[in-house]
């Protein structure tokens, strides 16, 4: 048997940008991204069902940004529909490394590699994901 990433890897969410979004110029506000980053994998995990609540409560894991290595190509402006895509390009015991960008129709405006960590809620140290959550993030293949 083998794991594969699941095609529920990648997930898109879009996001309209509100005067709360940008600066006094009506430019999206850099520090913004994260927000919109950071919605975009929360509906990933809800997507393929998982629940960040009840893993904190059942698991007593959650899930923090490690590091992170975003680039800023292109503004984006107040009203604009922008698309926030999301891919898992790694994962590791404890750890989730994402690819992410940003864009507008098409149009690239910022792209990010993010790691995630699952951490102990009680002792706040790296913990392995549980295997239920893991479990949904791969599928098993008969080789």
């Known amino acids: 048997m083998t794991q594969i990433p699941s095609p529920a890897f990648r997930h898109r969410l879009e996001v309209r940008v509100y005067y709360e979004d940008t600066d006094a110029g009506g430019v999206v506000f850099y520090a913004n991204y994260l927000k919109f980053m950071e919605r975009?994998?929360?509906e990933w995990l809800r997507s393929v069902g998982v629940n960040q609540s009840q893993v904190a409560r059942d698991f007593e894991r959650i899930f923090i940004v490690a590091g992170l290595d975003i680039k800023y190509l292109r503004p984006a402006r107040l009203d604009d529909v922008l698309q926030i895509d999301s891919a898992v390009t790694r994962m590791g015991r404890a750890s989730l490394h994402f690819a992410q960008s940003v864009s507008?129709?098409?149009e690239?405006?910022?792209?990010?590699?993010?790691?995630?960590g699952c951490v102990d809620t009680v002792k706040m140290r790296p913990a392995a994901i549980p295997e239920i959550v893991r479990s949904k993030f791969v599928v098993t293949t008969q080789e």
């Open 40 to 42: 975009g994998r929360t």
């Open 104 to 106: 507008r129709d098409g």
């Open 108 to 116: 690239l405006l910022a792209q990010s590699n993010i790691q995630i």
